[in-house]
Structures are given as structure tokens and as C-alpha cells.
């Protein structure tokens, strides 16, 4: 089936560093990706839409300078959260449409922390 | 504003029983619906969809109902298992089932309990 992997799954990090997050498809190509971000016990809240080969369509209060998102090939997407702050912390999950089983599968997730 | 509900943030079932998670939605444009199981501090699992021109899809012990003119969907669990105890989260896009790639909206989840 479908496999999403996201990498790292949890990553610590100091206030005012930058922290890069990998978004892979490993058996399809997956022209568009999804980013979502978690806060404990709410829902999944979409950040952005990543389009390979184009510039990422950003949900309302997203700061697109801030959470930077690169789709260089129809297999990887990367979020990099820059300058990092406390209030970034949180659960960041990935997502690709795979035509091929016709359905979103998702990564396993990144836990952030800033200290 | 909340386009995806899932007004029971909890459930209690016991096993063996059915389980029973509702969903509402606001958005008339929705018309491509998912089930995904959630663990903590992991992805969301894909359970089952439901295409816009279905009212039922089945998949084993799941089934989900969809009712349009009440936007109104459900996912029951028969019977329950134990290891169905997660938190269930809906989701609802405005691409179709074979449309482009749509954002999916999510719904607040819903955390199942199957008790022994």
C-alpha cells in the first residue's frame, strides 16, 4: 500500500534555530502534499499546500516565512520551520493524495519542541 | 468556523458492541468524506471514504452512512474490539473521489474507548 514517510519523528530544538522536516512517498509520486499541525487534543489544523515544481498555497494566518515549504520532486517535500520560537511546538504531519489506492495517506508525524 | 464537527469529543463502548461516531459538516461543496483512526503522537491511519454519490460503504466491521440533505455522516464499528480504542478523526474535501488533490478539513475527533 501507500506509504507516507515523514522524518525526524520528534526533534528538539533551541529558540531561534531553524528545524528542517522530510516528507517522502515511497511506492508513488505525489504531485501534491499537505501539511497539517497538531496542538494536544485538537484536530488537525491544514498549514499549507505543497505543489512540486511550484510555490506552496498557504491557510489563512499561516506565515509562509516562517514555515518554509519546498516540493523539489514528486516524492519529497520538506517543511523548515525558521527561527524557531516556544509557540512552535507542536505535532506537524504530512499527507500525499496516491491515485493509485485513491486516498490520503499520511506520515507518522514530527514532535517539535523548542526550548 | 468550525466546517467539520464531531460534536462527541468521547464514546464508551463495550466490546463486542457497536460503536457508533458522528460527524456534521457544513460545507455544501464537501462531496468526498473520510474515517481516519488516530494514536497519539502518530499519522492518522485511513479506515474508509465515502464518495458524495453514495449514501453507504462498508469495509468489513466498518460502515460508514452518509446522509447529504441532513450533512450529516457516521461510522459505526460492529463489533467493537478493544484495539479500536483510538481517538477517530472525520475528514471531508471539496475534490471528489477521483477530482484533484483537495485539502481534507478535519473534523475535532472523537476518542473511542472499547471496554472488556
Known amino acids: 500500500g501507500a506509504v507516507v514517510s515523514q522524518h525526524p519523528s520528534w526533534v528538539i530544538c533551541k529558540s531561534g534555530t531553524s528545524v528542517k522536516i522530510e516528507c517522502r512517498s515511497l511506492?508513488?509520486?505525489?504531485?501534491?502534499m499537505f501539511w497539517y499541525r497538531q496542538f494536544p487534543k485538537q484536530s488537525l489544523m491544514l498549514m499549507a499546500t505543497s505543489n512540486e515544481g511550484s510555490k506552496a498555497t498557504y491557510e489563512q494566518g499561516v506565515e509562509k516565512d516562517k514555515f518554509l515549504i519546498n516540493h523539489a520532486s514528486l516524492t519529497l517535500s520538506t517543511l523548515t520551520v525558521t527561527s524557531a520560537h516556544p509557540e512552535d511546538s507542536s505535532f506537524y504531519i504530512c499527507s500525499a493524495r496516491d491515485w493509485v489506492w485513491d486516498g490520503y495517506t499520511f506520515g507518522s508525524g514530527t514532535r517539535l519542541t523548542v526550548v | 468556523d468550525q466546517q467539520v464537527k464531531q460534536n462527541s469529543p468521547s464514546l464508551s463502548v463495550q466490546e463486542g458492541r457497536i460503536s457508533i461516531l458522528n460527524c456534521d459538516y457544513t460545507?455544501?461543496?464537501?462531496?468526498?468524506f473520510l474515517w481516519y483512526k488516530k494514536y497519539p503522537a502518530e499519522g492518522p491511519t485511513f479506515l474508509i471514504s465515502i464518495s458524495s454519490i453514495k449514501d453507504k460503504n462498508e469495509d468489513g466491521r466498518f460502515t460508514v452512512f452518509l446522509n447529504k440533505s441532513a450533512k450529516h455522516l457516521s461510522l459505526h464499528i460492529v463489533p467493537s474490539q478493544p484495539g479500536d480504542s483510538a481517538v477517530y478523526f472525520c475528514?471531508?474535501?471539496?475534490?471528489?473521489?477521483?477530482?484533484?488533490?483537495?485539502?481534507?478539513?478535519f473534523g475535532t475527533g472523537t476518542r473511542l474507548q472499547v471496554t472488556l
Open positions: 475528514a471531508a474535501s471539496a475534490g471528489g473521489a477521483t477530482g484533484t488533490a483537495s485539502k481534507l478539513t
Open positions: 511506492d508513488f509520486q505525489a504531485t501534491t
Open positions: 460545507n455544501s461543496m464537501f462531496d468526498y
